[in-house]
């Protein structure tokens, strides 16, 4: 009778509850909240968790339903769509009883902002209830001032965390000294472009170097933003007519980051976007853009924004290389093991998922949450069998597409302005002679035909005759740097 009369006062063992039993405590609402997330990132993955569970936000737990809050009404119907029972199981699992989730479209300045991390932050933050900061910071701070909002800036993502390799050096090397000359109006590289494949830390380092920049100079004005999130505001303004306003505090930023600038579409919009470029740069502001292909290659932008963001540097991040991607899990395994200090990953499970997992960064991430999630909840070491069998749609996914020779012919054919008849003939034209040895040049590297079989499909070739071309467009890459680029391209473009 008295625990029941406790109870029904809201109280049980000195903590306040509500009349389902359910605590108010605020840490212990945080810290089931904290459990909940890794139990969906253990069940989902990380790529996936990351993409539509990384700015949900615990608000409450009341009358058996947990109430959240996201950032879009587009999310809020995804996640209520797709995975609102998940989401319940797992919420059941620390809040019992619990029969129902809402979701909540929040607005810009509803969460408190922490304070941004200096640049030895090391690895990534995971498991907070606010697990990326959003644009509620003190006036030159990082995500926006003066009313200017940029984009959510991810804390866990300083220099300090990026791993650097040979494919990444020269990016790394060109943001810091971005980063590090904020204020200054000599600028070296602007402005500064980096392009790469989904998952090789575009956005990783375009985050750095605003954290960077703030703890350079802590009162500049450093915005962070994606193309999407420039195209909604630019037409929220225009509808408001609020257009002059926005250009105006648009352009009176220190450094402007924008990620994802394949997506900015819209001639209006492309129009206001390349006068507000062209303003901050003729100023002497910083731009860094980030793009899944060089400026050349985005076909979408009008032809003058095209010139000007390839007028500075532009700098490709390229495949990570087996080296690299063993530091990035080393890397992952150290920021895992400063929670727990007993988890630990063998050398042969190390070099197992470095030589399978070839995609990004995100993969390799999320193979050592998965390894750890797995490691904890089974209190058993995991062998390589166990973690293939762990990993193995992330294996699936970076599969090597499987290109074959008469794709090889298809695009041969494209590029080089050579009809298929042509390159299987005798003809021993010049126009005809390189763009056939090319091909058969991409196909020994490309396939996993024999040199016979590569002779047979160019036109019933000996053997030894695709022998030499493959040594000749070998040397011919040696000799020209613009041969070997246009090879590469030819090589990514099978591959896509």
Same mark, same amino acid.
């Given at each position: 009778?008295?625990?029941?009369?406790?109870?029904?006062?809201?109280?049980?063992?000195?903590?306040?509850?509500? $009349?389902?039993?359910?605590?108010?405590?605020?840490?212990?609402?945080?810290?089931?909240?904290?459990?909940?997330?890794?139990?969906?990132?253990?069940?989902?993955?990380?790529?996936?968790?990351?993409?539509?569970?990384?700015?949900?936000?615990?608000?409450?737990?009341?009358?058996?339903?947990?109430?959240?809050? !996201?950032?879009?009404?587009?999310?809020?119907?995804?996640?209520?769509?797709?995975?609102?029972?998940?989401?319940?199981?797992?919420?059941?699992?620390?809040?019992?009883?619990?029969?129902?989730?809402?979701?909540?479209?929040?607005?810009?300045?509803?969460?408190?902002?922490?304070?941004?991390?200096?640049?030895?932050?090391?690895?990534?933050?995971?498991?907070?209830?606010?697990?990326?900061?959003?644009?509620?910071?003190?006036?030159?701070?990082?995500?926006?001032?003066?009313?200017?909002?940029?984009?959510?800036?991810?804390?866990?993502?300083?220099?300090?965390?990026?791993?650097?390799?040979?494919?990444?050096?020269?990016?790394?090397?060109?943001?810091?000294?971005?980063?590090?000359?904020?204020?200054?109006?000599?600028?070296?590289?602007?402005?500064?472009?980096?392009?790469?494949?989904?998952?090789?830390?575009?956005?990783?380092?375009?985050?750095?170097?605003?954290?960077?920049?703030?703890?350079?100079?802590?009162?500049?004005?450093?915005?962070?933003?994606?193309?999407?999130?420039?195209?909604?505001?630019?037409?929220?303004?225009?509808?408001?007519?609020?257009?002059?306003?926005?250009?105006?505090?648009?352009?009176?930023?220190?450094?402007?980051?924008?990620?994802?600038?394949?997506?900015?579409?819209?001639?209006?919009?492309?129009?206001?976007?390349?006068?507000?470029?062209?303003?901050?740069?003729?100023?002497?502001?910083?731009?860094?853009?980030?793009?899944?292909?060089?400026?050349?290659?985005?076909?979408?932008?009008?032809?003058?924004?095209?010139?000007?963001?390839?007028?500075?540097?532009?700098?490709?991040?390229?495949?990570?290389?087996?080296?690299?991607?063993?530091?990035?899990?080393?890397?992952? =395994?150290?920021?895992?093991?400063?929670?727990?200090?007993?988890?630990?990953?063998?050398?042969?499970? =190390?070099?197992?998922?470095?030589?399978?997992?070839?995609?990004?960064?995100?993969?390799?991430?999320?193979?050592?949450?998965?390894?750890?999630?797995?490691?904890?909840?089974?209190?058993?070491?995991?062998?390589?069998?166990?973690?293939?069998?762990?990993?193995?749609?992330?294996?699936?996914?970076?599969?090597?597409?499987?290109?074959?020779?008469?794709?090889?012919?298809?695009?041969?054919?494209?590029?080089?302005?050579?009809?298929?008849?042509?390159?299987?003939?005798?003809?021993?034209?010049?126009?005809? !002679?390189?763009?056939?040895?090319?091909?058969?040049?991409?196909?020994?590297?490309?396939?996993?035909?024999?040199?016979?079989?590569?002779?047979?499909?160019?036109?019933?070739?000996?053997?030894?005759?695709?022998?030499?071309?493959?040594?000749? !467009?070998?040397?011919?890459?040696?000799?020209?740097?613009?041969? $070997?680029?246009?090879?590469?391209?030819?090589?990514?473009?099978?591959?896509?």
């Amino acid at each position: 009778m008295r625990a029941d009369g406790m109870k029904r006062a809201g109280y049980m063992r000195g903590k306040k509850v509500n $009349k389902n039993g359910q605590e108010h405590d605020p840490k212990s609402l945080k810290k089931k909240w904290e459990r909940t997330r890794s139990r969906l990132r253990a069940e989902l993955g990380e790529d996936i968790f990351k993409s539509w569970f990384g700015r949900v936000e615990l608000e409450a737990v009341k009358d058996s339903t947990v109430h959240l809050s !996201v950032p879009t009404p587009f999310l809020r119907k995804w996640l209520k769509s797709h995975y609102n029972e998940r989401l319940l199981s797992c919420c059941n699992a620390e809040f019992k009883g619990m029969e129902h989730v809402e979701f909540r479209v929040r607005q810009p300045h509803d969460s408190t902002a922490a304070s941004a991390p200096m640049d030895g932050g090391g690895a990534r933050a995971g498991g907070n209830v606010r697990s990326a900061l959003h644009d509620k910071v003190p006036a030159g701070a990082a995500g926006g001032y003066d009313g200017f909002e940029g984009s959510p800036l991810d804390r866990g993502l300083t220099f300090g965390a990026f791993v650097v390799g040979s494919s990444n050096r020269l990016v790394h090397a060109a943001a810091r000294e971005v980063a590090d000359s904020v204020g200054q109006m000599q600028r070296r590289y602007n402005p500064l472009f980096i392009h790469g494949s989904v998952g090789h830390g575009k956005t990783h380092i375009l985050n750095a170097i605003a954290w960077q920049a703030r703890s350079v100079k802590p009162q500049a004005r450093v915005v962070y933003l994606t193309a999407e999130w420039f195209m909604s505001r630019f037409v929220q303004a225009l509808k408001t007519r609020a257009a002059v306003a926005f250009k105006e505090s648009l352009r009176g930023i220190d450094i402007l980051l924008i990620d994802d600038m394949e997506f900015l579409q819209g001639p209006v919009i492309q129009q206001e976007f390349c006068h507000a470029l062209n303003s901050l740069i003729d100023s002497g502001r910083q731009i860094v853009v980030a793009a899944d292909r060089a400026p050349s290659k985005l076909e979408r932008l009008d032809a003058r924004m095209r010139s000007r963001l390839a007028g500075g540097l532009v700098a490709e991040v390229g495949p990570m290389d087996l080296a690299l991607r063993q530091k990035i899990l080393i890397n992952c =395994i150290e920021a895992e093991r400063r929670e727990d200090g007993k988890f630990a990953v063998p050398d042969s499970i =190390i070099e197992f998922l470095a030589s399978r997992l070839t995609e990004g960064g995100r993969e390799l991430e999320g193979a050592i949450i998965r390894l750890r999630a797995a490691v904890r909840l089974t209190g058993e070491p995991v062998s390589v069998d166990g973690a293939e069998f762990i990993v193995r749609d992330l294996m699936s996914a970076s599969e090597p597409k499987r290109i074959k020779i008469d794709d090889i012919l298809r695009i041969i054919s494209k590029h080089f302005g050579v009809n298929r008849t042509e390159l299987l003939s005798s003809r021993r034209n010049r126009s005809i !002679v390189r763009p056939r040895q090319i091909g058969m040049y991409l196909a020994k590297n490309l396939t996993s035909r024999s040199l016979p079989e590569i002779g047979r499909r160019f036109g019933n070739r000996d053997h030894t005759t695709v022998l030499h071309a493959i040594r000749k !467009v070998e040397q011919l890459m040696s000799d020209d740097m613009s041969l $070997k680029e246009e090879i590469e391209l030819l090589k990514r473009v099978l591959r896509d």
